[in-house]
């Protein structure tokens, strides 16, 4: 089939096969839409189908990170650890795609190119290389993290041994043995992958530009009395699950109080007490850790502490040292990542102050020096947020391009809707907590709003919905204010588009799953107040 060819007419298009986009099918299809998803994947999972890199896991608990829309799933999907790895995940991204019955309407290896607002017919006209589809609305459930960034170094093409990003890994899995490997980066999916490969390969060479402070995970085989007791009260502590700002629970309660305000013992045992535990729990032991700078200090200058006394060559150790704000970037968890470069075989080198030069054939050269490998692994992450919707070539009203719309950062209204692009939705878009939670409750709260609202337009007799402008300009100042409120802003992070150059930096997720939660119930019960309904 060509990219001429009407592949389909339908009431709604999802676009993306990971967990927003089967859910939001499967929510469709119940509430009675004709609904197809196109995926650019061979698979489902989204994220998990992607990115395979040895080590690649959930930093979120495995109970949490799951579905909560089927009791009967929940009860029997059995989770083996206490945070997933990619291949148990995606087994459970399948399950639920075979359950549900949810691949007959799935078009995989379709990748959107187009996606054009037809004012005179309502409709959408997406152009997919395989096709085209028009439907009255589209649902855009592509993720928040799902186009790679890829650096361009001088003389890349030239290198003479295989090159992988974390990303977009291949299928197939990697023999690093006796191979000399060379990692770019240290974001998450460095951290999580530099110790498994430095495990099989003879030589690591890791490249850093920024340390990043990390906390240990503390993985284990989940106990099974432990999930047995989630399962006899899954309900309940889905509902305190939705009611803490990231919609998660930690291991030991998060607490209010202020960091700087904490006695040195008091200090000290909480830290370790949570350090001990892992996991994000650590980032809660004190209320004001992403809102005071003392505090974060305090809390940064702990885990700089442990790092000193982790890593045995003080000059690695002052290189692993991160000097900026914690929790400011997206937190990372690790298992014996600082670890790792005790051993022989790993080497750091500090990129910062001299970027990498080139990369030649035999490896990688920085400062003049040439650092041999067999491999390149590009751990250099997501064009994040915004970097997929715009790839999709995406025009609304009178031809208004989105890229021209976002030109100076993404607007929407409630992460949910564009002005000027009636009948599209973003789950988990920009303006809306997305990444800065666990993302399937979040996922799940956007699916649900949506497949209501659509019922509401059926009910009505409308045919489109539209954000207001006015609506989007006071939404995207309440993101800002509220980020301005946090010390979030302060850093290069990918949260503000800071790591593509180029992109303008605006800091895109909201702070605050709870108040975030009420402004879109009460948006819906309000007459679905500052949208455009007709
Ligand atoms: P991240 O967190 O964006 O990390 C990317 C890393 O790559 C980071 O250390 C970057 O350094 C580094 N990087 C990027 N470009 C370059 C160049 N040109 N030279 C050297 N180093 C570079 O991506 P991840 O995939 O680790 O994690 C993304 C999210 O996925 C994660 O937060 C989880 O939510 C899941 P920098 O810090 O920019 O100096």
């Known amino acids: 089939m060509s990219s001429e060819d009407v592949a389909g007419v339908h009431d709604v298009v999802v676009v993306g096969a990971g967990f927003a986009g089967m859910f939001m099918l499967h929510r469709l299809r119940e509430l009675g839409f004709d609904a197809v ?32 829309f089927d009791p009967q799933l929940e009860q ?32 995989f290896d379709t990748t959107v190119e187009q996606a054009d607002w037809d004012d005179e017919a309502r409709q959408w006209l997406l152009l997919t290389d395989r096709g085209v589809y028009r439907a009255r609305f589209v649902v855009m459930a592509t993720g928040c993290l799902s186009t790679t960034n890829e650096p361009v170094f001088e003389g890349a ?22 191979q000399s490997v060379a990692v770019i980066g240290t974001g998450s999916s460095a951290i999580q992958a530099i110790p498994v490969i430095a495990e099989e390969c003879a030589a690591l060479t890791v490249f850093q530009r920024t340390p990043n402070y990390s906390v240990p995970a503390r993985n284990q085989p989940l106990d099974p009395a432990e999930q047995a007791d989630w399962k006899a009260s899954y309900r309940e502590r889905r509902a305190e699950m939705l009611d803490q700002r990231a919609a998660m629970l930690q291991r030991l309660p998060d607490s209010e109080d202020l960091a700087k305000e904490a006695t040195e013992d008091e200090f000290a045992r909480r830290m370790e007490e949570r350090w001990a535990v892992g996991g994000f729990t650590f980032y809660r032991g004190y209320g004001d850790i992403v809102f005071d700078a003392e505090s974060n200090e305090r809390i940064a200058a702990f885990v700089r502490g442990k790092i000193a006394d982790i890593v045995d060559d003080p000059e690695v150790a002052a ?25 022989p075989h790993v080497r750091l080198v500090d990129v910062s102050q001299t970027p990498i030069e080139r ?3 035999a490896g990688v050269v920085v ?20 970097g997929t919707l715009l790839r999709m070539n995406i025009t609304g009203r009178s031809g208004r391009r989105l890229a021209d719309h976002w030109d100076a950062g993404p607007r929407t209204y409630l992460g949910l809707g564009i002005a000027g692009f009636p009948n599209l939705f973003t789950v988990s ?38 954000a207001e402008p006015d609506a989007e300009a006071s939404w995207v100042d309440h993101v800002n204010a509220v980020a301005d409120l946090t010390l979030y802003p302060t850093c290069n992070s990918w949260y503000l588009g800071a790591n ?10 909201l702070p605050g799953f709870p108040p975030y939660v009420e402004v879109c119930e009460d948006v819906a019960a309000d007459n679905y107040r500052g949208f455009a309904v007709a």
Request: some cysteine; charged content about 20%.
């Open 37 to 68: 998803v196109v995926e650019r994947a061979g698979g489902v999972g989204g994220t998990w189908y992607w990115n395979r890199y040895p080590g690649a896991r959930c930093d979120v608990e495995s109970m949490q990170y799951s579905y909560s």
């Open 76 to 107: 029997e999907w059995e989770w083996s650890e206490r945070y997933s790895g990619q291949p148990e995940i995606l087994r459970y991204a399948n399950h639920v795609a075979d359950r549900y019955d949810l691949r007959r309407d799935i078009r």
């Open 157 to 178: 093409q030239t290198f003479a041994g295989a090159t992988y990003h974390t990303g977009s890994w291949p299928h197939e899995g990697v023999d690093f043995g006796g």
């Open 319 to 343: 290189l692993l040292t991160p000097h900026n704000t914690i929790a400011c970037k997206r937190p990372c968890l690790d298992t014996r990542y600082y670890e790792t470069f005790n051993q």
């Open 359 to 361: 990369i030649c054939a």
């Open 367 to 386: 400062d003049g020096q040439e650092y041999p490998a067999d491999a390149i692994v590009y751990a250099t992450g997501f064009d994040a947020m915004t």
């Open 429 to 466: 878009g920009p303006g809306s907590p997305s990444v800065l939670t666990n993302m399937i409750p979040s996922i799940e709260q956007h699916v649900e709003w949506i497949g209501r609202c659509l019922v509401e337009l059926r009910e009505r007799g409308a045919a489109t919905i539209e």
């Open 500 to 509: 593509i150059p180029g992109k303008t930096r605006v800091f895109m997720p």
